[in-house]
């Protein structure tokens, strides 16, 4: 393996396991209300009350979903446009026969593993 790709490797393992780690021990220390540090310091952001915004968002109270967290709808069209992006994409390739002649599976596995090098 090349230096980078296992700096890159470690790096990512690392975030990976630490991370929720982290959201769990915030999680204890403000008695399992929140898992956003900044809502455990004190002070308030925009991002805090995810998980009680999509809550409320799938019990479907609009509007408090919105007061709990206004960037609630500005995350979901993020999302799905990416979904629908992605998902764009492949259906054209798709269409195109970009997939040189292979099994669809077999196109679709090396598109999602291409950068990886063990």
């Known amino acids: 393996m ?10 990512a ?18 008695n399992n209300q929140t898992t956003c540090i900044f809502d455990t310091l004190g002070s308030k952001c925009l991002g805090c009350n995810i998980r009680a915004a999509l809550f409320q968002l799938s019990r479907g109270n609009m509007l408090e979903a919105f007061r709990l967290n206004p960037l609630v709808y500005v995350w979901i069209i993020i999302a799905l446009s990416i979904v629908l992006s992605e998902l764009y994409m492949v259906i054209r390739k798709i269409i195109n026969r970009q997939y040189d002649k292979e099994s669809l599976l077999d196109w679709i596995i090396k598109k999602m593993f291409k950068g990886i090098t063990f």
Not at 2 to 11: E, F, R, S, V
Not at 13 to 30: Q, R, T
């Open 2 to 11: 090349k230096k980078i790709t296992k700096y890159k490797l470690i790096l």
């Open 13 to 30: 393992s690392a975030f990976l396991i630490l991370g929720p780690l982290m959201l769990k021990g915030v999680g204890i220390l403000s």
